[in-house]
């Protein structure tokens, strides 16, 4: 704790002649080690406090500068130890400056009035009109996002949400602002009302209004030249730089906007990505991706979401107004110049390749193609789960993962096949068996939910369905056996048991956080009662996700009773041989469809362009000087490795199996 005194008059007096002043040099407090040599051209008004100022900053290309504080104006300010402040052409106001900070070249830096610095902000996202606003605060995770956004039919919910927001809001209401340690602010122009966490950077930052900036010494923040954000929060980790726009915003961990990308009041979660487009009235969930100029992403909801250059959409018939949203579901994808008219609800892990008018909704029918032809909108379900381009999408997600703060607000699930998506496939087996018994197998076309499907992707669909479920129960079971010693059934049966009831029934996906949806449903109550904070809250969230295996077994375990007819105890050996020969033959098909996938990228069509002015042979050399060969490729080894390490598993439990005790 810094102990601060007056200043002597002889202190005083080197101040004058080094051209500082003062309104009233007795409200100019000092630590006890204070040395006036590295102050010059300060005028000092209100009440100030400054530290000592001893080391020396290495600038690049060798330039070393000397704390201190020069050329500025200083109005109510605590400036900490070892700070070098220069060129403040205005002045700073209402500020605590963290130890180490450097801050050069800098229009404005000013409280003005009570803020709550981006606390409370809200903002109207899917819905331009309003009825959707999400209050942002500091600690904001996608899940909670969620459920402020979606579940207006609980208005006791939101309104409780609502309240505990605000509450925390006002606590952060302050007439001074912050600058934490060892924070760089370089050639930067106005700062008003703004925020700044420990070792943040920022260089060439036009306007910054309103916000707070929770950057940390794990997980800095970056600010770079041009860019101007209002009403905003930032979090650890994120990058906003050149020349971006950020209005009524939250952006999350990890997150990258730059290159003249324009946000206006949307949020971003985990990871998000949005460079030289736009986005307006957003939910961006963890792994939102746009990285185009000609993209542009309107209210609606996205999350593990690929935008393809051109991807549009719109959210107003020329009615009433912008007051239409969409819903993608986790994994989209969009091609190039691919559009949806809202309102509109897109099935997981669905590619979206053309025009769309319809409204359609395949949100019971995931991992599809939905293709136009000729205005209309086809349906070719469950054909993403053959194909390279998912399961590499679902291998880089973790590694990906940019978030380097130690307390990650967004719990993410990077499981592709789990009691949400399992539960999806489920219904889409049910609902394609029902188009085809309605249609009496006399139709090569059906139509669902403004789309049409042709028989024989039906078929299929159901196949390939089929084949995932399999693969999902399998994965479950082999996951409590494959590790474990086992001499008799009933070990067996202990082995299988749940460890709690909770995750029978229905899955959600909260923007990452796949979740049962009873024990969501507590946590709303609890919410709704006021016996939940914010921190509850997340806590709950972290806490479902952590002990996700568990429950997730739960849910495995009773699906794996429904297809036996009988409870776990009652199993036999012959029953688990049975469905791991299955879930062999499961993982074999569909690595083998993705096999055919991945070689897609190698057939002849692949190579056009490659061996200029050169014969065939040469072509072939280009191409593999290039690309490498099929056969050596790293995702396609991974691919045949995966089939051989999963066939020796299914073997070698099968074996044990038949030596057990029944």
């Known amino acids: 704790m810094t102990t601060y005194r007056p200043l002597a008059d002889k202190e005083i007096a080197t101040l004058t002649v080094y051209g500082c002043s003062a309104e009233n040099w007795k409200n100019v407090l000092v630590a006890e080690d204070f040395s006036p040599a590295f102050i010059s051209n300060v005028h000092f008004s209100g009440t100030i406090h400054l530290g000592s100022y001893n080391i020396v900053f290495e600038i690049a290309n060798g330039v070393k500068k000397h704390s201190g504080i020069y050329n500025c104006l200083l109005h109510n300010c605590i400036v900490k130890n070892d700070v070098f402040i220069d060129r403040v052409h205005n002045y700073i106001a209402n500020y605590e400056i963290g130890e180490g900070t450097y801050i050069e070249n800098v229009d404005l830096i000013a409280v003005e009035g009570v803020s709550s610095f981006g606390n409370g902000v809200k903002v109207p996202i899917m819905n331009e009109g309003g009825g959707r606003e999400i209050p942002i605060f500091d600690s904001l995770s996608a899940p909670l996002a969620y459920m402020l956004a979606l579940y207006r039919y609980r208005p006791e919910l939101i309104r409780s949400l609502q309240d505990l927001i605000e509450q925390y809001s006002i606590k952060q209401q302050s007439d001074k602002g912050s600058i934490g340690k060892n924070v760089r602010i370089v050639n930067c122009g106005s700062l008003k009302n703004i925020r700044i966490g420990d070792s943040a950077i920022l260089e060439g930052t036009t306007i910054l209004e309103n916000g707070t900036i929770n950057s940390n010494e794990q997980a800095p923040v970056k600010l770079g030249f041009g860019v101007k954000c209002y009403n905003f929060i930032i979090g650890s980790g994120s990058s906003i730089t050149d020349s971006t726009t950020v209005s009524g915003c939250f952006v999350g961990q990890g997150c990258v906007l730059g290159n003249n990308f324009s946000a206006l009041d949307s949020v971003f979660f985990a990871n998000s990505q949005g460079l030289l487009g736009e986005a307006a009235s957003i939910f961006a969930g963890p792994y939102t991706v746009t990285h185009h100029k000609s993209s542009m992403l309107l209210a609606g909801m996205f999350s593990f979401f690929n935008a393809g250059s051109g991807t549009n959409q719109s959210n107003h018939m020329y009615k009433l107004g912008p007051i239409h949203q969409g819903v993608t579901e986790r994994g989209v994808k969009t091609s190039s110049d691919s559009y949806l008219s809202w309102p509109a609800k897109i099935g997981a892990f669905t590619f979206v ?117 399999i693969k999902f129960l399998g ?23 749940s460890e709690t009831d909770k995750g029978s029934g229905e899955w959600i996906d909260l923007s990452g956080l796949i979740a049962p949806k009873d024990d969501i449903d507590r946590l709303m109550v609890s919410i709704e009662n006021k016996s939940a904070g914010l921190e509850d809250i997340q806590l709950q969230f972290e806490n479902i996700h952590t002990n996700y295996d568990k429950l997730a077994w739960t849910w ?35 690595d083998q469809l993705i096999y055919s996938d991945a070689r897609k990228e190698f057939d002849q069509s692949s190579k056009v362009g490659f061996g200029i002015d050169g014969n065939e042979e040469q072509k072939q050399q280009d191409f593999e000087s290039v690309r490498g060969n099929f056969e050596n490729n790293a995702f396609v080894q991974g691919v045949l490795n995966h089939i051989k390490i999963k066939t020796e598993l299914g073997d070698e439990l099968i074996n044990r199996l038949s030596k057990i005790n029944q």
């Open 353 to 469: 390749m053309g025009r769309h008018t319809k409204h359609s909704d395949t949100s019971e029918l995931p991992f599809s193609y939905l293709i136009e032809n000729n205005t209309d909108s086809f349906l070719i379900p469950a054909i993403n789960l053959q194909s390279a381009g998912t399961i590499r999408d679902a291998q880089k997600w973790p590694k990906r993962d940019f978030r380097t703060d130690s307390h990650k607000l967004d719990p993410i699930n990077f499981n592709l096949l789990n009691p949400y998506s399992i539960q999806k496939i489920m219904k889409g087996v049910e609902v394609l068996k029902n188009i085809q018994d309605a249609s009496n197998g006399n139709s090569d076309v059906f139509s669902y939910k403004n789309c049409k499907i042709k028989k024989a992707f039906l078929l299929k669909g159901i196949d390939l369905y089929n084949t995932a479920i």
């Open 556 to 590: 495995a375990s009773q699906k794996l009773e429904e297809y036996w007819g009988k409870p776990i105890d009652k199993i036999g050996a012959d029953d688990l041989t049975a469905i791991i020969e299955l879930w062999k033959a499961s993982v074999v098909k569909l």
């Open 475 to 497: 994965n479950s079971l082999i996951s409590r056996l494959k590790d474990a010693e086992f001499k008799s059934i009933n070990e067996i049966h202990q082995l299988l048991k």
